[in-house]
């Protein structure tokens, strides 16, 4: 590594500023009076917990003509319910491709929250359920344009994997329903604070590493769990893990099955897959791969109708209750000795459907190019669950490859959902006496068919390139779900990415720095190699935002290292000076200036000086 002599570099510093010096005095930075405690505390609470920001009281926000509290009360209904604001200008070219798109949306949706319902252990009918009120209220209240709301396959896991272990569903089903709507509204009320007071950063602690390798291990899951309908077998485990589930389904093969409902599901998953490739090949069949579910469960419950394939042992659903969204105020369970339970389920609930539908909103958002505000989300989405739960409905959230559906079908604005809940709930009215002989193994299909979106082996590779650490907390979640429960797989990949925080915390790097050639710009010797150092001058930059108790003693350990290396290296031009590059660091404790002023000391003593550079106010 070349060196640049101190006093040639001084010179040209010299020559360089030609700048008179009563200007420079204007640039000398003085030490600010640090802000008081007070002002610390609720200039923290007000961007913490502002419920709505600032954005509703300012006037650029207001509509044209409106005055004073009127026009602070119309913002502030226009923010809660954006559709007061675009429904203004909607027009029918608009409605056309909504409607278009509600109807096709519709048709994917119908066979599968049929088929997510009988994953969360309910009967079929709460899965429509969940189809009409959610989405209402989430076209009311959300600011995506795309995300199709409704039941999805890991909250319908989540549900059941972790309220059996309470209540069984099949010897109790009643309160087991009435902990379900329970949780689901806990799971709403979560949502709803976590926007209303900005706490959304909870839902950031689970990483998107974390997220991929827990939709991965929970797709296996519930593939494994829909072995059940596709073999068409009566008794079956209740954990979730794949050694007890495939030790259930290697006991099951030996009492006698009937293998027509594992022809007749494998027959209709494999046209499903069909016709999803072919829309792939050919995007202007776009519909074809939504259409194929819900004529799967025409043709098999037609099929299963004529040829009365229920009385030679195909299993169907049987149990299918239609209407409107009765009343189920009267079956939350508050005062139940299980509240508690229900409370801590209703928050692992609400983080995981907040992020998938978050991850789903941003994505398609991103792709039409405009921002979505993520604790306006939050607050919709609790509020269409708390109502939800109240109409008998579970816990709904954005699902991706409905979203995707109604995408490619042309969606305008979230009247698609409107338009989807309609559909729904004419089926419910007129339609629901015909599904009696849907067969189970066609709606296991049809969840078969939907898993693959969920396991992507793309990312978790991009994430073993990127970092090791994220693919530990990926892989950690992966087997943890697989092999021994959602709670678990969560824990293990929430408590992997704090050890990672930690670390990255209490051992940050730091840096030497080098002159570019020809310039007064400083990198790091490591990454520039074509960077100087300066003859008799350590530069160091500290790649921390934030020196304290955690961090402090190893930081000034590794700095007195690099004065010892380098004084080792160079026997003639022995270090004279240490700048400490401080641009990074924003915040500072007192355990982090006792260590600065142990490492003055120590070096003073030895004839070198100290100096800090490009000090933030705040820790001047």
């Known amino acids: ?50 419920p709505l920001g600032n954005k509703l009281s300012s006037s650029a926000d207001r509509p044209a003509g409106s005055k004073g509290g009127t026009g602070t009360a119309v913002c502030f209904l226009q923010g809660l319910f954006p559709i007061l604001k675009w429904g203004r200008d909607y027009k029918a070219a608009q409605f056309k491709n909504d409607f278009m798109a509600g109807l096709t949306l519709a048709s994917l949706c119908i066979p599968q929250s049929i088929g997510y319902a009988n994953l969360a252990k309910l009967d079929p009918q709460y899965g429509l359920y969940t189809s009409v009120v959610p989405p209402v209220i989430y076209a009311l209240m959300g600011s995506s344009r795309e995300i ?39 799971a709403g009320t979560f949502q709803a604070m976590f926007g209303l007071f900005r706490l959304g950063f909870l839902v950031d602690f689970l990483s998107h590493a974390a997220i991929v390798g827990f939709m991965g291990g929970a797709a296996i899951v519930i593939g494994l769990q829909q072995l059940k309908g596709l073999l068409g077998i009566d008794h079956f485990t209740t954990k979730t893990d794949v050694v007890s589930v495939l030790d259930a389904v290697v006991k099951s093969l030996h009492r006698p099955w009937n293998p027509l409902n594992f022809v007749l599901g494998c027959s209709f998953l494999i046209f499903i897959l069909i016709t999803r490739f ?29 040829t009365k394939a229920d009385k030679h042992g195909i299993k169907i659903v049987k149990h299918f209750k239609g209407g409107l969204n009765p009343s189920s105020v009267h079956q939350l369970q508050f005062g139940s000795p299980h509240v508690g339970e229900a409370a801590k389920i209703g928050l692992i609930c609400a983080i995981i459907a907040l992020t998938e539908a978050i991850a789903v909103g941003r ?3 991103s792709l039409k190019g405009y921002q979505l505000d993520g604790n306006k989300e939050m607050v919709a989405m609790g509020f269409m669950n708390i109502v939800g739960s109240l109409t008998s409905c579970y816990a709904a959230t954005g699902s991706f490859s409905r979203t995707a559906v109604n995408y490619t079908a042309g969606c305008e604005t979230v009247v698609s959902n409107i338009v989807m809940a309609i559909t729904v709930l004419v089926s419910l009215l ?3 006496r015909l599904l009696y002989y849907t067969p189970i193994a066609i709606l296991a299909s049809i969840i078969l068919s939907a898993l693959p979106g969920l396991i992507d082996l793309n990312e978790a590779y991009n994430i073993w390139k990127v970092d090791k650490l994220d693919f530990l907390v990926c892989i950690g979640a992966f087997f943890g779900v697989l092999f021994g429960s959602v709670k678990i797989g969560l824990l293990v990949a929430v408590t992997i990415s704090f050890v990672k925080i930690i670390l990255n915390s209490v051992r ?5 720095q080098g002159r570019l050639p020809a310039t007064y710009i400083f990198r790091d010797i490591t990454q520039f190699p074509m960077a100087t150092k300066i003859t008799g001058m350590l530069i160091v930059r500290v790649d921390s935002g934030t020196l304290c108790f955690a961090n402090a003693n190893f930081i ?10 380098e004084n080792g290296e160079n026997t003639k031009d022995r270090v004279g000076v240490l700048v400490l590059d401080m641009s990074n660091v924003m915040s500072i404790d007192t355990s982090a200036i006792l260590a600065l002023e142990e490492l ?21």
């Open 278 to 306: 072919i829309g792939r090949r050919k995007r202007k069949l776009f519909w074809l791969p939504a259409m194929a579910p819900l004529f799967s469960v025409i043709l098999s419950t037609l099929i299963v109708y004529l």
């Open 556 to 565: 000034k350990e590794r700095i007195l290292r690099r004065v010892t290396d």
């Open 508 to 512: 940050p790097s730091t840096e030497e």
């Open 363 to 365: 994505s398609f958002a």
């Open 148 to 186: 199709a709301i409704g039941p999805v396959a890991v909250v319908s896991l989540l549900l059941s994997a972790m309220i059996q272990n309470i209540i069984d569903p099949s010897v109790d089903p009643t309160n087991y329903r009435r902990l379900v709507f329970t949780v689901t509204f806990f």
């Open 1 to 50: 590594m070349d060196t640049i002599p101190a006093d040639n570099f001084t010179v040209e510093l010299q020559q360089l500023d030609t700048t008179p010096r009563a200007e420079r005095a204007k640039w000398l930075l003085n030490s600010p009076e640090p802000p008081s405690l007070w002002h610390k505390l609720t200039t923290l609470l007000r961007d913490t917990v502002s």
């Open 600 to 620: 003055q000391k120590k070096l003073t003593s030895q004839g070198i000086e100290v100096r800090l550079l490009s000090l933030y106010y705040l820790t001047l």
């Open 430 to 432: 007129f339609f629901t």
